[in-house]
């Protein structure tokens, strides 16, 4: 995924209200920026860190611009929780994810059930129905998720479990918007129902995807496969 636009740097002040930052622009003016993240942002908070926001010239929008990323530990982080479904859908659709390869259609936002998953793919053999996570904690070497508790991520779990009950393929996709990790886990001490869900799905056969991906100022990408492991 390539920004059309160039962003805008500048330095974090605070978040707060979870969707909401105050960010230091380079020319010294303070803006609002949107924050997508509605969890704890665990490890990928710091006061007076670099970050970049998007433009959004609407005027339907009470904030004018949107928080994609910060600057931890040297590299960039991606925070925009919409960036991963985009990467996802755009790399099953373009073939670029191996385990994921070979479906003539691909669609967005598909209902089973009662849940909503991101990412509907199917060829004449298979139907496929893929839920994507964005991943920005870090604890140690590994990246962990959820950054908080997550009824609606528990959700989905249960119902991929019905996906693969009915004899459709049902897929987990983490995508680590982070380069400072090599290992991807579930957060046991932040969500302990989740990330015993999750167990239980991948030993039913939901499969489990970590992927991470490069962030820089121009472009989010998806890149290798992680280790998971279930601790």
Same mark, same amino acid.
Request: aromatic share 10%; hydrophobic share 40%.
């Given at each position: 995924? *390539?920004?059309?636009?160039? =962003?805008?740097? #500048?330095?974090?002040?605070?978040?707060?209200?979870?969707?909401?930052?105050? !960010?230091?622009?380079?020319?010294?003016?303070?803006?609002?920026?949107?924050?997508?993240?509605? $969890?704890?942002?665990?490890?990928?908070?710091?006061?007076?860190? %670099?970050?970049?926001?998007?433009?959004?010239?609407?005027?339907?929008?009470? +904030? &004018?611009?949107?928080? %994609?990323?910060?600057?931890?530990?040297?590299?960039?982080? #991606?925070?925009? +929780?919409?960036?991963?479904?985009?990467? !996802?859908?755009?790399?099953?659709?373009?073939?670029?994810?191996?385990?994921?390869? $070979?479906?003539?259609?691909?669609?967005?936002?598909?209902?089973? $059930?009662?849940?909503?998953?991101?990412?509907?793919?199917?060829?004449?053999?298979?139907?496929?129905?893929?839920?994507?996570?964005? @991943?920005?904690?870090?604890? #140690?070497?590994?990246?962990?998720?959820?950054?908080?508790?997550? *009824?609606? #991520?528990? &959700?989905?779990?249960?119902?991929?479990?019905?996906? &693969?009950?009915?004899? &459709?393929?049902?897929?987990?996709?983490?995508?680590?918007?982070? +380069?400072?990790?090599?290992?991807?886990?579930?957060?046991?001490?932040?969500?302990?129902?989740?990330?015993?869900? =999750?167990?239980?799905?991948?030993?039913?056969? @939901?499969?489990?995807?970590? *992927?991470?991906?490069?962030? +820089?100022?121009?472009? *989010?990408?998806?890149?290798?496969? =992680?280790?998971?492991?279930?601790?």
């Amino acid at each position: 995924m *390539i920004f059309p636009n160039k =962003l805008v740097h #500048g330095r974090l002040i605070k978040r707060y209200k979870r969707f909401l930052a105050d !960010v230091e622009l380079d020319n010294g003016e303070i803006v609002v920026a949107h924050t997508s993240n509605s $969890g704890s942002m665990k490890s990928c908070l710091e006061e007076g860190a %670099e970050v970049f926001l998007t433009f959004v010239d609407d005027p339907k929008r009470k +904030t &004018k611009y949107t928080w %994609e990323m910060i600057r931890i530990n040297k590299s960039w982080v #991606g925070i925009n +929780t919409a960036v991963p479904n985009l990467l !996802v859908y755009e790399a099953v659709k373009n073939q670029e994810i191996g385990a994921l390869r $070979g479906y003539s259609f691909v669609k967005r936002e598909v209902k089973f $059930g009662d849940s909503r998953f991101d990412v509907f793919a199917s060829n004449e053999e298979e139907e496929c129905f893929i839920e994507v996570k964005n @991943v920005s904690v870090k604890v #140690g070497e590994y990246a962990r998720f959820p950054d908080a508790v997550t *009824i609606r #991520g528990k &959700k989905h779990l249960n119902t991929l479990m019905q996906v &693969k009950k009915e004899g &459709k393929r049902a897929v987990m996709v983490y995508v680590i918007q982070r +380069t400072d990790i090599d290992k991807f886990a579930p957060a046991y001490d932040i969500d302990p129902d989740y990330a015993t869900t =999750l167990k239980e799905a991948y030993e039913n056969g @939901v499969e489990v995807y970590p *992927i991470r991906a490069i962030v +820089t100022p121009e472009r *989010i990408e998806l890149r290798e496969l =992680l280790p998971f492991e279930l601790e």
